[in-house]
């Protein structure tokens, strides 16, 4: 009923007693008319849902009852494909109508899964292709989500068998097995002995396979039953942290430092409360192996092995392996150790490593002496050209530690030429380079500070623009570096 019969009024949800409405008169002692079997079977299934009964037999479909029942309601809501169907969809009709959406519900989900196709043809012989057309595209808009996977199927399979029937954007298959069953966050999170929050990140992960959906103001989680089984099986390999290091060869701090920063991932099982962390050995292996593959026989005659890089407080195993699998960093296998865990047997050249990090997007970022070297001038000329904005740095003009951006470094030479270059090019002095080009009006972007050591810099392309300038065409004689006890250059060094 909908309406009570003595006021004629219809019943809210808010009166006072269930039983009874707020004129006084009670409910039980009001005329009722008996429902339609499939109406009653159908609404008898979806409370039996709700409170936990099993399905009636061939029933597989979405096991949550407000996914059957949303699943329900379509089916007795579209069975018309007219305009209004949107309408009729979420409107709140009264209880005539309701039971005739339920016994059209019944007829397709109770007698599962031949009842699509009785449903389907019906559509097809009354409203046309076209009405199937425009039915297929609403199953298509509002049953989103895996829990629907089962039903997208059935009626996959059966418009195929249709000549005329919408091919366009339709899946012959959505990929789930016959026996598949789809489980909630906390079910799934007892099987798998962690939280129902932790189930929500490995679906977001990738690690489970399910959905999420609004659910008023929460969300709600449906998970694939064998993805948690399997999810399980792997679970029971893990091994606890130290054993993970000590198979890699590491610290357990920089064990740590590689599962923060993501180079390595992580599980909890259920032998270990589902709270600590715990390790697959494939991933283990995987991660070594990926390190492994860049590794080269030649190289330095002592390398610095991994393990003794993990141990180093002043550098992050993470930013070195991030270094070796990017290219910036060399590896080189150890000899006479291959019994030793990986990571003892890989090393790296500490020379090729000092002075330089990681930063965004795992560009190399130099230290000021490393830089000096690489642009043959005096570490006092490495802040001035930051400043001037010759190169680029982290902390923008503010030079911090390893923040020069090495791109910079390399672009230096194409778009900047320093005094000493030009006097070089032009046989002449330093002094002379910046007198003429200051005559021709060519401004530096550094000027020349003789006191501070600092040497002029100028745009390229305003050096390659200017016109006029009187270069001297005589040759200076040029004295003897052998003459001049103390430029003498050591072995291995470059003059500034």
Known sequence: MDACTTCDRPLRWGRARLTDCDCGSSISSHATIRAGDGARLMSATLEGEVGGADLPPGLRLPALGDALGRLAWFVGTAADAGSDWRTRYIAKPDVTETESIMETAAAVLVDWPSGVGVWLDRIRHVHGPLGLTRTVARIRQSLEGVQYAEFLSAVSRHVEAFPEAPRKGWTRSIGVGAGQT??????AAGRLGTTAGRVADMIEAG???GSSSAAGGRRRLLISSNSVTQLAYRFASAIPAREAAARLGVSRHALEDLRGT?????VRPPRLGGIARAYLPDDLDALADRVACMATAAGPSEPTSLFRMSLARSRRLSEVLRGILTGTFPVHAIAGVDDRPPFERLGVDPAKVRGIRLGADDVPTLDVARTARALRVSTRMVPVLVRAGCLSATGGSRLGRNSVDSRSVRDFPDRFVMAR???ASHTTSTKVVVRLLAAAGVSPVVPSNA???ISAVWLRTDIEA??????????LRRTSVRKIPSLTRRPGETLP
């Open 451 to 453: 006191s501070d050591g």
């Open 466 to 475: 200017a016109r006029g300038v009187p270069w001297p065409r005589r040759r």
């Open 182 to 187: 789809w489980i909630d966050a906390t079910r």
């Open 421 to 423: 270059t030009l006097a």
């Open 262 to 266: 993501g180079l390595l991932p992580y």
């Open 207 to 209: 690690e489970l396979t």
